[in-house]
């Protein structure tokens, strides 16, 4: 079965520093992966997916990821936090014969000014 | 263009109450998600629809809840006798397909339903 395990359920970073969201998974298939991210009262969005193309993986809003098959990691980062990023974010893995997703426990991404 | 929504937003209901969440899809997308998002967590998958038929319905969780989309749009999440540890967001998602190629997902805002 698959699982995903997202290290810290809170980060506070400084604005202007490194975003760095862990996120290891377990899975006995080559796996697609997700970073989603929710701001308050609104809907899941995608931020970026690893679908077995390039490792290094860009998403919108200056974010990318890395797949590391040795290490079981889809670390989410970004080079320098602004405010607007504060947000819940959720990581993501599906079994690429199957639709349905499963969700890590989601990490909470405070800025500080 | 219209997304996913979602209606009620909020919904609630008392300890043994029949309740209907509706779900109206992004236009033309054939695949269709309910997932249920409790306090503090990740969202976890209910079940999914290709066009009319539910194609896995691994994550209801009992007899209770049971999912209808008779035309292949619309959908229905309906939970009977419901029950305290029923409260949670419950979220719908739609895509443009299914089947081994991945499609994004796209989130409806979600269904608040508290259970008293």
């Known amino acids: 079965a698959q699982s995903v395990t997202q290290l810290g359920s809170h980060v506070s970073v400084s604005e202007g520093a490194l975003v760095l969201l862990r996120c290891n998974y377990s899975?006995?298939?080559?796996?697609?992966l997700f970073w989603y991210v929710q701001y308050p009262n609104q809907g899941l969005q995608l931020l970026l997916k690893?679908?077995?193309?390039?490792?290094l993986v860009k998403g919108i809003n200056g974010f990318e990821a890395e797949f590391k098959k040795s290490e079981t990691s889809f670390h989410l980062t970004k080079p320098s936090a602004h405010m607007s990023d504060a947000a819940e974010y959720f990581c993501?893995?599906?079994?690429?014969?199957?639709?349905?997703?499963?969700f890590g426990q989601g990490t909470r991404l405070t800025i500080n000014p | 263009g219209a997304g996913v929504s979602q209606t009620p937003s909020n919904k609630v209901t008392e300890k043994g109450k029949y309740v209907e969440l509706r779900c109206d899809p992004i236009?033309?997308?054939?695949?269709l998600y309910w997932y249920r998002q409790s306090l503090g967590q990740g969202p976890e998958f209910l079940i999914y629809?290709?066009?009319?038929?539910?194609?896995?319905d691994s994550g209801l969780p009992n007899d209770r809840f049971f999912a209808v989309r008779p035309e292949g749009s619309v959908s229905t999440l309906k939970i009977q006798r419901t029950e305290r540890g029923d409260s949670a967001v419950y979220l719908c998602?739609?895509?443009?397909?299914?089947?081994?190629?991945?499609?994004?997902?796209?989130f409806g805002p979600g269904t608040r339903l508290t259970v008293l």
């Open positions: 690893y679908t077995s193309a390039a490792t």
């Open positions: 899975s006995s298939v080559p796996p697609y």
């Open positions: 629809f290709q066009g009319t038929g539910a194609a896995d």
């Open positions: 998602a739609s895509s443009s397909a299914g089947g081994r190629v991945y499609n994004e997902q796209f």
């Open positions: 993501a893995v599906s079994d690429p014969g199957a639709q349905k997703l499963v």
């Open positions: 236009s033309g997308h054939t695949a």
